[in-house]
């Protein structure tokens, strides 16, 4: 039992010890999350950026000046963001928007990820909701 343990603590140690998370230039993220980052926050400049390699899999972390945060796959396209004065409408689908305007009218997103199937979003009064690809309603998470 002792080896099965340590065997798995040094694997765990390992695993951790290949995480390489770097700070970089705001020009090394990708291009589409700069035009993302620009788009949105409208031009807003990048305070802090960062790229986190684990094995082959690599993301990248972003911040602009009112602390807004996103993250990005390594092609560049989001797929997490925090925004405590809100996040930006234009990253969602109209079904999405229009399923929260309907049923929680001044409410607004503060945290959300993305995949290809799904979008999960956090709003300002603690709700979280889980949306399809195309923005239609799935659950409450």
């Not at 400049?45 to 796959?73: C, H, L, Q």
């Not at 199937?117 to 195309?134: H, I, M, P």
């Given at each position: 039992?002792?080896?099965?343990?340590?065997?798995?603590?040094?694997?765990?140690?390992?695993?951790?010890?290949?995480?390489?998370?770097?700070q970089?230039?705001?020009?090394?993220?990708?291009?589409?999350?700069?035009?993302?980052?620009?788009?949105?926050?409208?031009?807003?400049?990048?305070?802090?950026?960062?790229?986190?390699?684990?094995?082959?899999?690599?993301?990248?972390?972003?911040?602009?000046?009112?602390?807004?945060?996103?993250k990005?796959?390594?092609?560049?396209?989001w797929?997490?963001?925090?925004?405590?004065?809100?996040?930006?409408?234009?990253?969602?689908?109209?079904?999405?928007?229009?399923?929260?305007?309907?049923?929680?009218?001044?409410?607004?997103?503060?945290?959300?990820?993305?995949?290809?199937?799904?979008?999960?979003?956090?709003?300002?009064?603690?709700?979280?909701?889980?949306?399809?690809?195309?923005?239609?309603?799935?659950a409450?998470?």
């Amino acid at each position: 039992m002792k080896k099965l343990i340590l065997t798995l603590i040094a694997v765990f140690t390992l695993s951790v010890a290949s995480a390489q998370i770097t700070q970089i230039k705001s020009t090394q993220l990708p291009a589409q999350a700069r035009a993302t980052i620009r788009n949105t926050w409208n031009g807003a400049p990048i305070v802090d950026a960062w790229r986190n390699k684990e094995g082959r899999k690599v993301e990248y972390k972003a911040s602009v000046e009112d602390g807004s945060t996103m993250k990005f796959n390594a092609g560049g396209q989001w797929i997490e963001v925090k925004s405590y004065g809100g996040v930006p409408t234009s990253l969602f689908p109209k079904a999405l928007l229009g399923h929260l305007d309907k049923y929680y009218e001044g409410r607004q997103i503060v945290w959300a990820t993305r995949t290809a199937k799904r979008y999960q979003v956090q709003l300002t009064d603690g709700s979280k909701l889980e949306f399809n690809a195309k923005g239609v309603f799935q659950a409450f998470l």
